[in-house]
């Protein structure tokens, strides 16, 4: 019963790196058209490589399996994927990730990038699936880089919605981009930033207070700081959870003790969300799915997703709605 409920509600999901949903299968069809080699004789060969024990190990096959992105149509292809496949979960709304630094390092225009994400995000709405874009600074990298990628950027800031910072977590504090994060508010975009998920409370706070961050991806190590909570919870900060990433990850050693039950008892505005769904083993509702979680707290989570989105009110309102009549009607 539950599995059917969760099908069908609607969500939005708030977490999630178009470079990451790659699924093996499309990975071989595009290097075989861009006529590319890469690493691995099959897709089991690509699967067994996706067995990783931290953060640094998994980017390092994350960033091998972007190389074979060439061409506006091999990012159109990417998110037309995603989207299809996140749509069957039941999402009405996105707003997901991308790394440009990955491929223009690389030599691919940044316009050819975005071009293919953005077309494939605007015909998704034939789908129903609403979307907003954040580029993603890569935070191993420094902040002069990040300034350059914002400048590239600029032709494309009307259809991008905010930017946020990934990559390796420890060791490249939020503070290091505190001036990009300033310019990219001045020209008006969102942020938001990956912190505690390896990283100290710490890097929350910095987020909180030298990014300014209006959305605050992972977040899981903030439970370790009591005051840190109760601004969390005073300010009704969106926290973007990824319950299986955790576990692929070793942030947690075994669902069983995944704080996100414990985070929606506190009062934070906790969201479930995939993360790298092809490399961690699940996309959205498969999250939902592997924590054990009651009706309540899942129509819970789910209007988190949307009050914790960039939509404005009165589409958040209509999404709300559309959750309570879905609940109503539910059988």
């Not at 897709?43 to 490589?49: K, L």
Request: charged share 25%.
């Amino acid at each position: 019963m539950t599995d059917a409920f969760l099908a069908g509600l609607p969500k939005a999901e708030l977490h999630m790196h178009l470079e990451g949903s790659f699924e093996p299968e499309l990975m071989f069809a595009i290097a075989r058209r861009n006529k590319c080699d890469i690493p691995f004789a099959n897709v089991e060969e690509v699967r067994a490589a996706y067995e990783f024990s931290n953060l640094q190990e998994f980017l390092d096959i994350y960033y091998q399996g972007a190389q074979v992105l060439r061409s506006r149509q091999d990012f159109h292809d990417l998110t037309g994927a995603y989207l299809r496949r996140v749509a069957a979960d039941g999402a009405r709304h996105v707003e997901v990730f991308f790394d440009p630094q990955t491929h223009t390092s690389r030599g691919i225009a940044f316009s050819t990038v975005v071009g293919g994400m953005l077309d494939a995000l605007k015909q998704a709405e034939s789908i129903g699936i609403t979307s907003k874009l954040i580029l993603c600074f890569l935070r191993h990298l420094s902040e002069e880089e990040a300034f350059a990628t914002l400048r590239a950027a600029e032709p494309f800031l009307d259809r991008i919605a905010g930017v946020g910072l990934d990559s390796s977590e420890v060791g490249h504090p939020p503070s290091k981009f505190a001036r990009v994060f300033a310019a990219a508010r001045e020209r008006g975009l969102k942020t938001v930033a990956h912190a505690g998920e390896e990283g100290p409370p710490d890097y929350v706070w910095e987020a909180l207070e030298l990014l300014q961050v209006d959305r605050l991806d992972h977040g899981n190590r903030a439970l370790e700081d009591a005051a840190l909570v109760r601004r969390l919870v005073a300010e009704q900060m969106t926290l973007t959870v990824c319950p299986l990433s955790n576990l692929k990850l070793c942030v947690v050693k075994d669902m069983a003790e995944h704080p996100l039950r414990q985070m929606l008892a506190l009062g934070l505005r906790a969201t479930i969300n995939s993360d790298d769904p092809a490399y961690f083993g699940g996309y959205l509702n498969d999250n939902y799915a592997a924590v054990s979680l009651t009706r309540d707290e899942i129509v819970a989570l789910a209007k988190n997703s949307f009050l914790g989105s960039f939509l404005d009110a009165d589409s958040k309102a209509r999404h709300i709605a559309a959750i309570d009549a879905y609940v109503r009607g539910f059988r």
